[in-house]
Nanobody
Framework: QVQLVESGGGLVQAGGSLRLSCAPS????????MGWFRQAPGKEREFVAA????????YYADSVKGRFTISRENAKNTVYLEMNSLKPEDTAVYYC?????????????????WGQGTQVTVSS
């Protein structure tokens, strides 16, 4: 059973930055797609960003485009989410996820493995 472990969340003021990391806790190959999702209280889990195996293709939600950057380091089997110019509306639990080649990168249902989540709180 593959488990993903996120780290790097915390409390930051609006306009600040955070860097999230995600790595598997067990042996795994390099998933075709790694993604980040977030879930705010009372809301559904939503897509934030995704990256393919080579790292050459990245995808972002419109709400974070230009502020967040996703990257992966296959040698360490780790994916990162650099978050800049944070806003209070970015406050949520952020989840790392992994999937195969099939299915849409922005849909929760296609992801096979999930982390436990890390809290990001942006104060105004």
């Amino acid at each position: 059973q593959v488990q993903l472990v996120e780290s790097g969340g915390g409390l930051v003021q609006a306009g600040g930055s955070l860097r999230l990391s995600c790595a598997p806790s067990g042996r795994t190959g390099n998933p075709a797609v790694m993604g980040w999702f977030r879930q705010a209280p009372g809301k559904e889990r939503e897509f934030v960003a995704a990256i393919n195996w080579s790292g050459k293709s990245t995808y972002y939600a419109d709400s974070v485009k230009g502020r967040f950057t996703i990257s992966r380091e296959n040698a360490k089997n780790t994916v990162y989410l650099e978050m800049n110019s944070l806003k209070p509306e970015d406050t949520a639990v952020y989840y790392c996820a992994a999937k195969g080649a099939l299915g849409a990168y922005y849909e929760v249902v296609w992801y096979d493995y999930w982390g436990q989540g890390t809290q990001v709180t942006v104060s105004s």
